[in-house]
Every structure is written in C-alpha cells, then in structure tokens.
C-alpha cells in the first residue's frame, strides 16, 4: 500500500514508505476500506461485490499486475484526486496491467514526474493498452 501524506508544489504527493501486505484484502483493510475476514484471500471481484470499497474513503486507485484486475496490486491511498501525482518505486515500474480508479481521471505516464506518452483512464476500471506494463508515474485527477 501507498499511503499519500502531503503534496508537493510541484504536484507530486509526498507518500508514506510502502507496506506490503500478504494478501489484498488485508492491504485494503489497512486502507480503511471495512472488509471482514470471510473475505481474506478473496478476489477483487468478491471483494467488490460485497460493496465495502464503495463505504470507503481512503484508496484512490488500485492497480494491478495482471489484466482484468488480477494478480498483485497496489493500492494507493489519500483524501483526493487533486491532480497531484506519484513516481511508481522500481518494484512497479513497467509492471501495471490493469486499474480500478477512484477519481475521475487517472493518467498513467511513462516517465517519471509525469513526462512521455501518457494513457487517460476515465472508466471505474480498465486494461491498459499503450501503456500496458510501461508506466512509470500516475496522476489522480
């Protein structure tokens, strides 16, 4: 999970260090997202149709290595989508498939700091495709 904690003037958000979680319904629960543990284990698919992602405020985006919302993720939390931005670690560059956003517009780039060819996903959730496992930095806006 990343956690956003402040933002820079140049837009970056100032994040937490990262902690990485077994499986990802423990990584949303420490997001604050209200999942109980009859779903530990559980899919994004199971996990969303119990409707507890829509009782939370905190995850702003969860992307994934795999098409279709599968395989590992990470989640990245905060208070809005003000157009602020992160610069994925080396554990996530080139590697995102697939999103589940929660602001209206994320961008994924494939530079860092928001520079090169970029890919708007407006949709709830979305395979990449120019930029499937070739982001480097993504924007919530």
């Known amino acids: 999970m990343l956690r956003i904690v402040g933002q820079e003037r140049s837009g970056r958000y100032l994040t937490a260090a990262p902690v990485c979680y077994p499986?990802?319904?423990e990584?949303?629960?420490?997001a604050g997202v209200p999942v109980g543990?009859?779903?530990a284990g559980a899919s994004f698919d199971e996990i969303e149709r119990t409707g507890a992602l829509g009782r939370a405020a905190g995850p702003i985006g969860i992307h994934f290595d795999g098409a279709n919302r599968t395989g590992a993720?990470?989640?990245?939390?905060?208070t809005d989508c003000s157009g602020g931005y992160v610069n994925l670690s080396s554990d996530w560059t080139n590697r995102i498939s697939s999103t589940r956003n929660y602001c209206p517009t994320v961008v994924f780039y494939d530079g860092f700091d928001k520079n090169g060819a970029s890919e708007v996903t407006t949709t709830t959730s979305v395979n990449l495709g120019a930029l499937n496992n070739a982001a480097n930095s993504i924007a919530y806006a």
């Open 27 to 30: 990584s949303l629960a420490a």
């Open 73 to 78: 993720s990470i989640v990245v939390t905060g």
């Open 23 to 25: 499986t990802l319904s």
């Open 37 to 39: 543990r009859e779903l």
